[in-house]
């Protein structure tokens, strides 16, 4: 065997402790341990949280817990780079502490380790029974034994054999050469934040959530074309997933971003002027002055445009396009920097203060003459209302209280483009010719939102 280099120093990393700590029935003396010469003591990485019913013994790790490890282990596992001995595993059977077994023999076996034989399981370990975790350890033979278990039974195993107090957190490993009263620590690391790849996990969850709801709506639509709030409701959810998509754009690997966005404002295009329609023709049956034959002319206009969005969107190309749009959800694509470090929440509420900031600013140098600009700024205020709603569990819930503060700007910028809106619809329906009467009412219709606009614009 190939000894381990005394001089090698401690890896050191932030401390998370499991929520659950388990109990040590056999506190012996484990001063000397006979067996392999090197024994690294490792803890089970991050586990998900006891279900309803669930026995702990089930308990697997969580998404944030696979990954942290899988990021990690080889940089926890530099100071054996060298290494020339036998490597085995000795695992508690819990299906956590199993887990990690397998994660660990694959970046073992990654760095070219001879690693001997199955992953060697230990009742004990889970047990918590000292004595025979002892005897377990003795009859491995190797040179260098990894020992997968749980808290407190590592840490006590630790401090018995070196005489250190070492917190082990979730993943954590502690490296010690084992000769007898001799036993001392020679390297340790304290393991992976898993919260920090916690915040990928959470956000494809919110993502594959808004994808689904996109067909959700889409087949809502589809039973009711007529009822305006399901083309709405479906409108609302394709934005929402643009702008959240917009808001991982940090993260995400740029060409799947820019894919994502162009087939979704290329489906939410198809159904922008039918929404503008709608908008209109319900300002119409709001209006006591309208008579029946200008709602019904500006029902018939949808009705048309409906008819058309609806052949659009049960197209085979469509069909095939929000299909590549839910793969690509499926199969998010982090940078390379988010895969190996993770995504701490404090970076990602940072995004969101500075977008807000922006917007804000935005907000008060507004003129609502700049129609371009005006149009924008709405965009941008329903983009971090989506945000921070769908990514509330990420953000905090003073992120939603900032998000409705933008809301009510939203609304007013919304109105005044509506009105914007209406006026081209009205140019465009007298330019194709109408009834006399009809035209007359639309004629009064767009010098209404053009007081409205007079009045806007003047008081801004």
Known sequence: MTPLNDELSNEESSFESDAVKDEVEDDADLESVSGPATIVLMRHGKAKQIEGGQADFDR??????????????????????????SVAIMSS??????????????????????????????????????????????????????????????????????????????????????????????????????????TLSKVEDVLEECSKNIQTRLQAFFDDPDDIETMHKLRVSIRTLRSLIAFVKPWQDVKQNQFLQNELRQIVGHTSRLRELDVFAEQVRESEESSQELIDFCDEAAARERERVSEILRSKSTAKALSKIDKQIRHFEWKKRCLDEGLSPSEFRAHFDEMTGKLGRDIETLRLVDVERTHDVRKKAKRARYSAENFEQLL???????????????????????????????????SQGVPSPVGLELSLLRAQNETFLYTVLRDS
Request: overall charge negative; hydrophobic content about 45%.
């Open 93 to 198: 059977p819990a299906a956590r502490a199993l887990q990690t077994s397998v994660l660990l023999l694959n970046a073992l076996e990654k760095l070219g380790l001879d690693v001997s034989g199955d992953i060697a399981v230990s009742d004990a370990l889970w047990e918590q029974d000292a004595y025979d975790v002892r005897e377990d350890v003795s009859a491995q033979q190797c040179d260098l034994l990894f020992v997968v278990g749980h808290n407190p039974c590592i840490e006590s195993m630790a401090q018995q054999l070196t005489g250190a107090v070492i917190p082990c957190a979730t993943g954590g490993m502690i490296a010690i050469q084992n000769s007898g009263h001799d036993s001392r620590l020679i390297w340790f690391s304290q393991g992976p934040i898993s919260r920090n790849w916690k």
């Open 60 to 85: 697997e790790l969580s998404d944030a817990g696979k990954r942290s490890l899988r990021a990690s282990l080889e940089q926890m596992l530099s100071p054996l780079s060298a290494f020339k001995g």
């Open 396 to 430: 905090g819930e003073d992120a939603v209280d900032i998000a409705k503060g933008m809301t009510a700007h939203q609304d007013n910028l919304g109105a005044v483009c509506d009105a914007r809106v209406n006026i081209e619809l009205v140019n465009e329906f007298l």
